[in-house]
């Protein structure tokens, strides 16, 4: 059985119910359901951070679930991203979406098995290939961030930092981000 080849064209014209959040990658359609309080309210705390930081700094932005089509057959919306102004510079494009990587991606994992793996292996191999520096896998249940750097050509594994660390990287200097205060309020 054939399956579709899909595009962002084909993508656009799906019905937005509101429901459902879509993405492409290489050309197949992922599927997945709008996140929950606490997917949501992770994202919002990591983007505060962020975004503080940035203002502080003025090297850059945080956005929630910007979309970055990379061609037509390749189309994400990353939970948290941050680009610094040069990159926002080429990235954002007159459709108000982003055409380029910034150079933070974070994906928060969802429940289901199918969201874990494409996080994990897909995005991880995908965001590689599109010159992110930086990939941090959020696991609220378990309260801890993977962070992915950019070693070569490749995204590698940098530190997991749980729930008593401090997130600090290279990427961000200066941030120092208490990863209690990231899942504060998480309901158990």
Same mark, same amino acid.
């Given at each position: 059985?054939?399956?579709?080849?899909?595009?962002?064209?084909?993508?656009?014209?799906?019905?937005?119910?509101?429901?459902?959040?879509?993405?492409?990658?290489?050309?197949?359609?992922?599927?997945?359901?709008?996140?929950?309080?606490?997917?949501?309210?992770?994202?919002?705390?990591?983007?505060?951070?962020?975004?503080? @930081?940035?203002?502080?700094t003025q090297a850059g932005m945080a956005n929630l679930a910007p979309g970055?089509?990379?061609? $037509?057959?390749?189309?994400?919306?990353?939970?948290?991203? @941050?680009?610094?102004?040069?990159?926002?510079?080429?990235?954002?494009?007159?459709?108000?979406?982003?055409?380029?990587?910034?150079?933070?991606?974070?994906?928060?994992?969802?429940?289901?098995?199918e969201n874990t793996r494409r996080d994990r292996n897909i995005k991880l191999?995908?965001?590689?290939?599109?010159?992110?520096?930086?990939? @941090?896998?959020? $696991?609220?249940?378990?309260?801890?961030?993977?962070?992915?750097?950019?070693?070569?050509?490749?995204?590698?594994?940098?530190?997991?930092?749980?729930?008593?660390?401090?997130?600090?990287?290279?990427?961000?200097?200066?941030?120092?981000?208490?990863?209690?205060?990231i899942f504060t309020s998480i309901l158990d």
């Open positions: 059985m054939k399956t579709q080849y899909w595009t962002v064209d084909d993508m656009e014209r799906l019905p937005d119910d509101e429901g459902s959040r879509y993405e492409i990658i290489d050309g197949e359609l992922y599927v997945s359901t709008q996140p929950d309080w606490q997917h949501q309210f992770v994202s919002g705390q990591l983007f505060a951070f962020l975004q503080m @930081w940035s203002n502080q970055v089509i990379y061609k $037509n057959d390749t189309a994400v919306a990353p939970d948290v991203v @941050w680009i610094s102004r040069e990159r926002l510079k080429t990235a954002l494009q007159a459709n108000g979406k982003l055409n380029a990587s910034p150079e933070l991606m974070v994906e928060i994992l969802s429940p289901s098995a191999d995908l965001y590689s290939r599109y010159d992110v520096v930086e990939y @941090w896998i959020v $696991n609220w249940r378990a309260r801890t961030i993977e962070v992915y750097r950019r070693k070569n050509d490749e995204l590698t594994s940098y530190k997991t930092f749980h729930e008593n660390d401090i997130l600090e990287t290279p990427l961000f200097p200066g941030l120092q981000c208490p990863m209690r205060q």
